[in-house]
């Protein structure tokens, strides 16, 4: 390990990374529960001794999906969200709910949930952990290509936010300058769109 | 507004983006509270009549601050983060939980606090909904350069989790590459890191 030569901190390795680890846990009390969440309470013990009580929101992990279409079009799911009082531009998401299934699977689910598409062709791009400062929550975003559409008579009828949502197709590049004009900011759909741009940029 | 041609969904105006909205809420009720967040259950009306109920984590907001210095370097922090039971590699980040204080100088705050670090500019590159689906939680990205190091004497005794942190300096493309190849996986990280790279490349 080399000190950075004229400031504070250490040159890292080019492969560095996230690592496991697991400190002790003292005490732990479940404070709520319900079908989408849990929020509980842990005391965790520092390598020093020390006790810290740590709050853990538990939801389900999610999914989400980059669709985009034969003219580079990605689809964006207009969505009511009441935690912020905003109707949001995102990619279709949503959590793994459904015992024994795959993320792809997931994904397929949603997307004909969502935005009434099957996709031929599936790549996982990206896993992320949500905010791992109070929560459990890890996601995994896929690009979906070869896209068609669910018969009318086998789609899903959509409820509550769902039934109001609107499906908008917006050229690629367009998408990334809604990103840095902060006109998108849902943290799922921002990294997962400038994760497929880096991508290309490669 | 314009059917796509051969898809469900509607052509977008290059403009569009997330908008104010505001359904009405029946009924709340604060089910657990402590320094960190709180968690309560509102019952939202949707424009149909139908009541449902949603839970709303309510964390302090936070930002995050991308600090490269003159070689292109970018600093990233490695912490211990309970919840997901892994030592994550992080932009500088923090709460925003001092009353009446600016995003950018909370942004100075934690950059001193946690890397013993001074930046001369600042830019806010990014404003984020971390987890709008459950959570209230807003974040701001800044781009910090023209660093210092805080004066030995006046530096932060970190305790907890952040006696334990490394501060590591990684060639800005390096970090891109971790990201796409899923080494770094802090959703807040991810979109910043991401988000420089695409303002680089317009």
Redesign the interface.
Known sequence: MTA?P???????D??????????P?SGSEV??Q?G??S?R??T?V???G?E????????HGAIGVVAI?EHD?I??VEQ??????????EIPAGTLDVPDESTQAAAARELAEE???VAEDWESI??????????????EVFVATG????PADQRTVR???E??M??????FG?A?????????????T??AI??V???R??
Chains 1, 2 share one sequence.
């Open positions: 950075h004229w400031l504070p901190g250490l040159l890292a080019p492969l560095i990374g996230d690592s496991d680890e697991s400190w846990v404070k709520h319900n989408y969440l929020l309470v842990d965790i520092d390598p020093q020390g810290h009580p740590r709050s853990v929101v538990q939801p279409d079009r689809l964006l009511y969200r009441h935690p912020v009082a905003r109707r949001l531009l935005a009434d598409l990206l896993r992320l952990l949500a905010t791992p400062g109070y929560s459990t929550e890890h996601w896209l068609s559409a669910v409820e509550a936010e039934a109001d609107a499906q908008w197709w917006l050229p367009q990334v300058d809604a990103v840095l004009a902060g006109r998108i900011t849902d943290s799922m921002v990294a400038l994760a741009q880096a991508q940029a490669r």
